[in-house]
């Protein structure tokens, strides 16, 4: 199958695609998810068993939440590389829409968050027709506040979260 399948594609770059997820992305979803570098600012590594049993879930109804994380596929290689996307939050009570971006390890630093959440945003904006999104990002977090601040996103407040965690909000769109 290719990597750009137009019936799981939910968008395509110049060196990426992100689509819907399948059978063959809970391996590579539970290791991303398990590793305590990709997941030091975002609550650490899950359990593995745990992860494979929900990813499986996902990968037989990959459709079932409007707002969701996908995944991330490098079309060079047919490679997962991350998982992206967009969840609904309670901030502060507000409901929010927030961006997420993880990328495994080896595929930092090549431009590839800013590529797909950039492509992202513009998908939430023109054809979501949202008008807000934000990032909640670890103050500690340096690289992904450079990928929210490539993407246009300015600094809005420090927001502490239902688990005690400070975040850092940074919006775009409307106030
Ligand atoms: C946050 C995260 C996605 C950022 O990854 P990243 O690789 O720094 O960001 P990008 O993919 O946008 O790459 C940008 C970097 O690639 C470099 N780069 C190299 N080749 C490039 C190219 N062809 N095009 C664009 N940038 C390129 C840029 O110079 C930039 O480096 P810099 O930030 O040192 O200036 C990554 O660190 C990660 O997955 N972290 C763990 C999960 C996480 O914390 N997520 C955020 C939760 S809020």
């Known amino acids: 199958m290719k990597a750009s399948d137009p019936v799981r594609t939910i968008l395509e770059t110049e ?18 998810w398990s590793d305590p570098v990709v997941t030091k600012f975002m609550g650490g590594p899950r ?22 994380l996908w995944p991330l ?21 507000r409901a929010e829409i927030e961006i997420v971006y993880v990328l495994i390890k080896s595929a930092w630093g090549k431009g590839y968050a800013t590529e797909a959440a950039g492509a992202l945003t513009r998908h939430a904006f023109d ?8 990032a909640l990002i670890d103050p500690d977090n340096a690289n992904s506040e450079r990928v929210a601040e490539r993407l246009g996103m ?4 420090m927001t502490i979260r239902p688990d005690g965690e400070i975040k850092k909000l940074y919006s775009a769109g409307k106030e």
Do not use: C, M
């Open 15 to 32: 060196r990426l695609v992100l689509r819907y997820q399948n059978a063959a992305d809970v391996a590579p979803l539970s290791a991303l």
């Open 127 to 134: 054809s979501l027709k949202l008008d807000r999104l934000i």
């Open 154 to 157: 300015k600094f809005e407040k």
């Open 73 to 93: 596929i490098e079309k060079s290689t047919g490679t997962l590389v991350g998982h992206i996307g967009l969840l609904d939050k309670d901030v502060e009570g």
């Open 47 to 68: 359990d593995k068993a745990w992860l494979v049993a929900e990813f499986g879930k996902t990968a037989r109804k990959p459709r079932a939440e409007k707002y969701d």
